[in-house]
């Protein structure tokens, strides 16, 4: 069998809306994005790890630690566009997108999303992401969360803020997850998520991965248990603090 290049790309903007300056926050003697960029490279899953980014700052941060960092050379309103970018000119075939700001980023949950495409024999499957079940009705109701719902076969039918499935239903319960931003692409999906215009769908609920469904690619979504700790809030970094201790 062919071997895969796969690498993984950590998309990082400085100016976050709800915490700006989130990724150069101190989490046990290092910047946070730093430790993101040590958690990639641990997993020992990828030949490179990079981390691409529109700020010179956290560029030098990673470069003087020892680190690969590439600037981006235009703005972009994702971290797909940011990535595709980047990638343009590589001779790779799956980048995987590990978010910036999730330090505790884990082996178990990066690995099943790159088995997916090894057990992709007729190449169907464009992209592949994460999910996580959750059963606290705050969670479920929250707007901040995004949810998804999936096919029998695990291939996402939709995701958004709203609760889906809504629970018509008195008598029946169903799961709810939670979608994880963490995506394993083929190359020339994310090429062509940065050259398609955003459609209705996307632009109301603000979740770049429905433009992949609106233009019909398939995303298969991968179950894990480890639900992490994403920084968005100054109220996540002490989380955060609290478990690195």
Same mark, same amino acid.
């Given at each position: 069998?062919?071997? !895969?290049?796969?690498?993984?790309?950590? *998309?990082?903007? +400085?100016?976050?809306?709800?915490? *700006?300056?989130?990724?150069?926050?101190?989490?046990?003697?290092? $910047?946070?994005?730093?430790?993101?960029?040590?958690?990639?490279?641990?997993?020992?899953?990828?030949?490179?790890? +990079?981390?691409?980014?529109?700020?010179?700052?956290?560029?030098?941060?990673?470069?003087?630690?020892?680190?690969?960092?590439?600037?981006?050379?235009?703005?972009?309103?994702?971290?797909?566009?940011?990535?595709?970018?980047?990638?343009?000119?590589?001779?790779?075939?799956?980048?995987?997108?590990?978010?910036?700001?999730? *330090?505790?980023?884990?082996?178990?949950?990066?690995?099943?999303?790159?088995?997916?495409?090894?057990?992709?024999?007729?190449?169907?499957?464009?992209?592949?992401?994460? !999910?996580?079940?959750?059963?606290?009705?705050?969670?479920?109701?929250?707007?901040?969360?995004?949810?998804?719902?999936?096919?029998?076969?695990?291939?996402?039918?939709?995701?958004?803020?709203?609760?889906? $499935?809504? $629970?018509?239903?008195?008598?029946?319960?169903?799961? +709810?997850?939670?979608?994880?931003?963490?995506?394993?692409?083929?190359?020339?999906?994310?090429?062509?998520?940065?050259?398609?215009? !955003?459609? *209705?769908?996307?632009?109301?609920?603000?979740?770049?991965?429905?433009?992949?469904?609106? +233009?019909?690619?398939?995303?298969? !979504?991968?179950?894990?248990?480890?639900?992490?700790?994403?920084?968005?809030? $100054?109220?996540?970094?002490?989380?955060?603090?609290?478990?690195?201790?």
């Amino acid at each position: 069998m062919q071997t !895969m290049k796969i690498i993984a790309m950590i *998309p990082a903007r +400085y100016a976050a809306s709800r915490f *700006p300056g989130k990724l150069m926050q101190d989490l046990g003697g290092k $910047p946070v994005i730093v430790r993101t960029y040590e958690a990639a490279v641990k997993t020992r899953l990828f030949d490179e790890v +990079y981390v691409v980014t529109d700020s010179a700052l956290i560029y030098d941060t990673i470069v003087d630690c020892g680190g690969k960092a590439m600037m981006s050379l235009k703005e972009h309103e994702c971290g797909s566009d940011r990535i595709a970018e980047a990638v343009q000119e590589m001779d790779i075939d799956i980048v995987v997108n590990v978010q910036g700001d999730e *330090p505790f980023t884990d082996r178990e949950s990066l690995s099943g999303l790159i088995e997916v495409f090894r057990k992709d024999k007729d190449s169907e499957i464009d992209l592949a992401s994460l !999910m996580t079940r959750i059963t606290e009705k705050d969670d479920i109701e929250n707007p901040n969360t995004v949810k998804v719902i999936v096919d029998k076969r695990n291939f996402a039918l939709y995701f958004s803020r709203s609760v889906i $499935p809504y $629970p018509r239903a008195v008598d029946f319960s169903p799961a +709810y997850y939670k979608h994880k931003g963490v995506y394993a692409f083929r190359k020339q999906a994310v090429l062509d998520f940065a050259q398609l215009p !955003m459609l *209705p769908l996307e632009a109301a609920e603000k979740i770049e991965a429905i433009r992949f469904l609106e +233009y019909g690619k398939k995303i298969k !979504m991968v179950e894990t248990r480890v639900t992490g700790i994403e920084i968005d809030t $100054p109220e996540d970094l002490a989380k955060a603090k609290a478990a690195w201790r």
